[in-house]
Every structure is written in C-alpha cells, then in structure tokens.
C-alpha cells in the first residue's frame, strides 16, 4: 500500500511539473523558463525535475511528447475513418484536410487551458530554426505523411513539389490561428474572432482545399497557356 501511494504521488507530482513547464514555456519560450520557476509555479522541489525528466530540455521534451502521443492518435483515427467511411471514388480533399485539423481546433476549442498551452507552445517550436526541424519531425512527421499520402491519392496528378507548398501554407494558417492575435479582430472591426474557432473549423478545409486544388493543376495550366501562345 505504501509503495502504491508513492506511486500515485510520484505520478501527482510529475504531472504538475509538466503542466506547470507547459505553462510557463508557452508564455516565455524555453530560454525565458529556469527550472526553479517550473517548480515553485508546480509547488514542488527544483531537485525533482532532474529526478523525474534529467534537466529542463529533457522536459520540454516530454511536455511536448504528453499531448503529441494522443493527438497523433485521435489524428490518424479520424483519418483512417474519413478514408474508411469514404464511397468508391475516396473522400473529398476537404474531407481529408478536415480529419486533418480538427483533432487540434477541437482541442484547442475545448480541451481547456492546458491544451491551449500545448498549441501555444506548438506554434513557437514551428516558427523557431532552433527548434523547428528537429522538434516537429520528431513528433509530427508520421502523421503529416499520412495525411499527404490521403492527399496524394485524391490529387493523383498533383506535382510533389506543389503538395509541399501546400502543406507548408496548411500549417502556417494553423499557426496563426492557435497564436489566437487578435488581428483579424482588429482589422474586421469585431466582425470576425481569432478565438472563433468554430468559424475556423467551418471555412479552413474548404479554403485549404481550393489552394490544394489549384496548386496542384498550377503545371498543366501553365503548359496549356504556353500552347495557347505558341
């Protein structure tokens, strides 16, 4: 019983050193963190990070292995069922794209302040070059060639390249949208909510979609105009 106790604690206490770290690194970025503030915000003792994780990018990597693990889940779930529940001719591309984000609108929209954190986090990593390449193709990188591999079969013809720049400009409006600016609140004049993410949800695949689309036929267009001119 004591050792089952213990357990529970150690559990405890490491689950509040990773939401605390999720926390604080989501507003300061891992250089503006020290390991004595992640302890105090988790009431607990600095000396138990190096117990629990080894050191401070040690656990920044495992705040950002916790949710990543069950986000790939839920990810690939849907996208199996989107391609699973599809008709003969396979889903739309606005069905795959769909599959695609909502697990991540969804939980940002809903999964509370500790999910909020993660995107937050997420979108910092991105658009860091110390941190872009290495951190997002370790944790991301066999979801999104799952997801290019759906595309690919409902864009046979598509150029490699144009679907790279197409995923590239997916996840930039992704970006953007869990950095939650408020710009377009600005610029709308109220009209539209960067918090919204119903509304995202909503217009994001069928927009995605058509850049897909036309970036994807972008090479045969432009043959056909050179024929046109020649």
Request: a negative charge; aromatic letters at 10%; charged letters at 25%.
């Amino acid at each position: 019983m004591t050792d089952a106790g213990g357990t529970r604690r150690g559990e405890r206490t490491r689950t509040r050193l990773l939401d605390a770290a999720e926390c604080l690194f989501a507003e300061k970025g891992f250089h503006g963190v020290t390991v004595r503030a992640i302890a105090r915000q988790a009431d607990s003792d600095p000396a138990l990070v190096a117990y629990y994780f080894g050191g401070k990018r040690e656990l920044f990597d495992a705040v950002l292995l916790r949710r990543a693990e069950e986000l790939n889940t839920i990810r690939l779930a849907e996208l199996e069922a989107c391609e699973a529940n599809a008709g003969p001719d396979g889903p739309t591309l606005e069905a795959i794209i769909h599959a695609f984000t909502h697990p991540l609108l969804d939980r940002s929209a809903n999964g509370g302040p500790g999910w909020k954190s993660y995107f937050a986090l997420v979108g910092q990593v991105t658009n860091s070059p110390e941190w872009g390449v290495a951190i997002m193709s370790k944790y991301f990188d066999p979801i999104v060639r799952h997801f290019l591999d759906a595309v690919r079969r409902a864009l046979p013809d598509a150029p490699e390249e144009e679907l790279f720049w197409s995923y590239h400009f997916l996840s930039g409006a992704l970006v953007l949208t869990f950095a939650d600016t408020g710009r377009v609140d600005a610029l709308s004049g109220g009209l539209c909510k960067s918090s919204d993410l119903e509304a995202v949800t909503e217009r994001m695949p069928e927009f995605l979609a058509a850049g897909f689309q036309r970036l994807a036929q972008r090479q045969s267009n432009k043959k056909q105009e050179a024929e046109t001119v020649s």
